[in-house]
């Protein structure tokens, strides 16, 4: 049997029921933020780097309006630029592709090189700079964001694993 599956560029908000699920999860993400922004050690970071990442993610999926987007960016780059190396592809991946400026975008890169090869693929790093261009290009137009991410995942030849 073949089953087809289309893919949608907004998160499918079919009504209030959905909108609530995705508040809801949003809410989840932040208190595990908050509980975890407290205790300052590399395990609660990686935490943070996760929650971060899902929040933003969340926020640029569903075209919310939100000035937290900014404040997470940078508590999201704060945390890349303090990490050893990078353990998880995922957060790394949503964070830094947001990455607009030089200065964010030099720490992806530096955290990119603190990384072992064995855990980072390049095809990780192919992406979030063809993300940068993608933005670089727009200027001062938003593209949308889940067409985006469709359109650069699907020109990899290997799919990233995002472990």
């Known amino acids: 049997m073949v089953r087809h599956f289309s893919l949608s560029t907004t998160l499918p908000v079919d009504g209030n029921q959905s909108l609530e699920v995705v508040k809801d999860l949003e809410t989840r993400v932040k208190n595990i933020y908050s509980l975890h922004r407290k205790i ?29 987007l900014h404040i997470y960016m940078s508590e999201g ?35 990119v090189a603190r990384t072992p090869k064995s855990v980072l693929c390049d095809g990780t790093m192919g992406m979030i700079q063809c993300l940068w261009t993608q933005h670089d290009l727009a200027e001062d137009s938003s593209p949308d964001y889940l067409r985006m991410l469709i359109a650069v995942i699907s020109q990899c030849t290997i799919m990233t694993v995002f472990l």
């Open 40 to 68: 300052g050690n590399s395990e609660n970071d990686r935490v943070r780097f996760l929650s971060l990442a899902t929040l933003i993610y969340l926020r640029r999926a569903t075209g919310t309006p939100s000035d937290d």
């Open 77 to 111: 780059i704060e945390i890349i630029e303090n990490m050893d190396q990078c353990d998880n592809l995922l957060p790394l991946f949503l964070i830094g592709s947001e990455a607009r400026n030089d200065s964010d975008r030099l720490a992806v890169l530096d955290l």
